[in-house]
């Protein structure tokens, strides 16, 4: 077990809703990343943040968008949700930036987009 | 542009048999971070192992050994006397450091049969 919590493990939306997920990084580790798996797919790096800043960004359109807090944990909020978005989403937690070590990785949340 | 390729997208083998999963990457960065990490049914990826590009050295951890070769762009993993707790879904990464962010195989689901 990592020491990475989200929450809610599962959930269901529907078109055009909205939604956040939360994450709570493993202790003294100031780096969060969330990833997005599709089903029978790779994770994709959504973004990354680093001491409250957005410090990454992938592929992903401006209605996901996050938040870091002063002890670390974070938040993934998703806009105007989409049937594409539907997948597990993955947060998870790092020493620094530099990412040459290893990811510590929740068990993430399913969202089902109806 | 960077990518990852994992051909085989699913293997199955008796319990006891060598199994091994191919990795196949492409960066143009001369440095640059390789990794496995593996996903049990619950979710969560755990990590398995980091090499940088400097060190082609093979590593061997238990049954688990590596093989990395420049020459042909290759990251693979062998399993060696396989069990059925090593049923998971496995994926090679790459990061470089021109980029934070991990670029992920699509994964090779190992089915390991008692």
């Known amino acids: 077990e990592t020491g990475v919590t989200q929450s809610p493990t599962h959930l269901i939306k529907t078109r055009g809703q909205q939604v956040t997920l939360r994450c709570s990084s493993q202790?003294?580790?100031?780096?969060v990343s969330w990833y997005q798996q599709a089903l029978g797919q790779g994770p994709q790096f959504i973004f990354q943040y680093y001491r409250e800043e957005e410090n990454g960004r992938g592929n992903f359109p401006p209605r996901f968008s996050g938040l870091q807090f002063p002890n670390y944990s974070s938040e993934l909020n998703v806009n105007a949700l989409e049937l594409d978005d539907s997948a597990l989403y993955l947060c998870?937690?790092?020493?620094?930036?530099?990412?040459?070590?290893?990811?510590?990785f929740g068990e993430g949340s399913r969202l089902t987009v109806l | 542009a960077q990518k990852v390729t994992q051909a085989q997208t699913e293997i199955s083998v008796v319990e006891k048999e060598d199994v091994t999963l191919d990795c196949v990457y492409e960066?143009?960065?001369?440095?640059?971070?390789l990794f496995w990490y593996k996903q049990p049914p619950s979710g969560e990826l755990v990590f398995l192992i980091r090499r940088n590009s400097f060190d082609e050295q093979n590593e061997i951890s238990g049954r688990y050994s590596w093989n990395f070769q420049k020459s042909t762009s290759s990251f693979n993993f062998t399993i060696t006397a396989s069990q059925v707790v090593d049923s998971a879904v496995y994926f090679c990464?790459?990061?470089?450091?021109?980029?934070?962010?991990?670029?992920w195989g699509a994964g090779t689901k190992l089915i390991i049969k008692p």
């Open positions: 960066t143009r960065d001369t440095t640059y971070y």
């Open positions: 998870a937690s790092s020493l620094t930036t530099v990412n040459t070590g290893e990811l510590f």
């Open positions: 990464a790459l990061r470089s450091d021109s980029n934070y962010q991990l670029i």
């Open positions: 202790s003294g580790h100031n780096t």
